[in-house]
């Protein structure tokens, strides 16, 4: 399944703003380095068409528009993936970071 926000997967379902992102965080770094790499290298593929964009623009108001797209735009493409490439991990996570013994 394809979520969009952090609210929507049930791996983090109780918890926070804070404590979802911290989640999230968490089981970024434990992704192993091909994971890694490659969610990495999707970002940077959704980020160079446009910035070459941008930078062929032939106006100032037009390289804004591009920009301002590019940052509207940026999170709806690569949140996504990231849920996608974390989400096996999110149950380890919020272990690490909230013990059953600690409740």
Known sequence: MLYWNSQSLPE???LNFR???AVIRRASDLLPVP????????KLLVLIPPF????????????????????????????????ILVGPLL???RQQLNPPDAE
């Open 12 to 14: 983090l379902s109780g």
């Open 19 to 21: 404590q979802r992102m």
């Open 91 to 93: 149950s380890k996570a």
């Open 35 to 42: 994971k890694k790499l490659l969610l990495n290298l999707l």
């Open 52 to 83: 070459m964009a941008i930078a062929r623009s032939s106006s100032i108001s037009e390289a804004l528009l591009l920009a301002l797209l590019l940052v509207l735009i940026y999170p709806l493409l690569t949140r996504p993936l990231t849920f």
